[in-house]
């Protein structure tokens, strides 16, 4: 539930990056990071493995200017792509105001992708939630490798509900943005 304090006029805003392992969370967070002007960002912690995939989260406050008359800050997460990193990934996902879920679009990553939307769906359950309750949009990544399924694939196994998604390649920053902004503007209408 993002934080208004009426008194500092100031919004803070939780988005979630879900996914399975290797998806392209983390690479969507760096995007954005490197592209940010050095005044509208806070620092980036990140906590990895010697293999370099995220074992806690990733965190980047990100100040987006007003928002009726209220100073709106973004603090991006990423969860855990791993599966054992379970009770870490509910943590993370507590009080999300949006989540982007980020499926790696190579067609033997198909059923780990179907795994980590059933267990962001599980997690959101913990809370009393469900996916529809809470702004969100899926990210295609990796729409450059070889063997990839097909959006339309993609979309009958992990969009039933037709949210918003958007076809990406987080290395080179394609549709990076464009997700961050969908999500945004869902979760500033809740408002």
């Known amino acids: 539930?993002?934080?208004?304090?009426?008194?500092?006029?100031?919004?803070?805003?939780?988005?979630?990056?879900?996914g399975p392992g290797l998806g392209g969370k983390t690479t969507n967070l760096?995007?954005?990071?490197?592209?940010?002007d050095q005044s509208a960002k806070g620092k980036m912690?990140?906590?990895a493995t010697e293999m370099d995939r995220t074992l806690f989260f990733d965190f980047l406050p990100v100040d987006l200017g007003t928002v009726r008359g209220f100073q709106t800050r973004f603090h991006l997460y990423t969860?855990?792509?791993q599966v054992f990193y379970n009770?870490?990934?509910r943590i993370i996902l507590r009080g999300a105001d949006g989540i982007i879920?980020?499926?790696?679009?190579?067609?033997?990553?198909?059923?780990?992708?179907?795994?980590?939307?059933?267990?962001?769906?599980?997690?959101?359950?913990?809370?009393?939630?469900?996916?529809?309750?809470?702004p969100y949009v899926i990210q295609y990544?990796?729409?450059?490798?070889?063997n990839l399924m097909t959006v339309s694939e993609m979309e009958a196994f992990l969009n039933p509900n037709q949210v918003p998604y958007f076809e990406a390649v987080a290395t080179q920053g394609i549709g990076v943005f464009e997700t961050l902004k969908q999500v945004a503007k869902m979760v500033i209408r809740k408002f």
């Not at 539930?1 to 879900?18: P, S």
């Not at 760096?30 to 940010?36: A, F, M, Q, V």
């Not at 980020?102 to 913990?126: I, P």
Request: cysteine-free.
């Open 1 to 18: 539930m993002a934080l208004i304090n009426y008194a500092t006029k100031e919004i803070n805003v939780k988005i979630v990056y879900y």
């Open 30 to 36: 760096r995007w954005i990071y490197g592209k940010l």
């Open 45 to 47: 912690i990140t906590l």
């Open 79 to 81: 969860v855990p792509g």
């Open 87 to 89: 009770a870490s990934r």
């Open 101 to 134: 879920f980020v499926a790696d679009s190579q067609r033997e990553r198909r059923e780990d992708n179907a795994d980590s939307l059933a267990n962001l769906k599980e997690n959101l359950a913990t809370f009393n939630l469900k996916l529809t309750d809470s």
């Open 141 to 146: 990544n990796k729409r450059d490798l070889p």
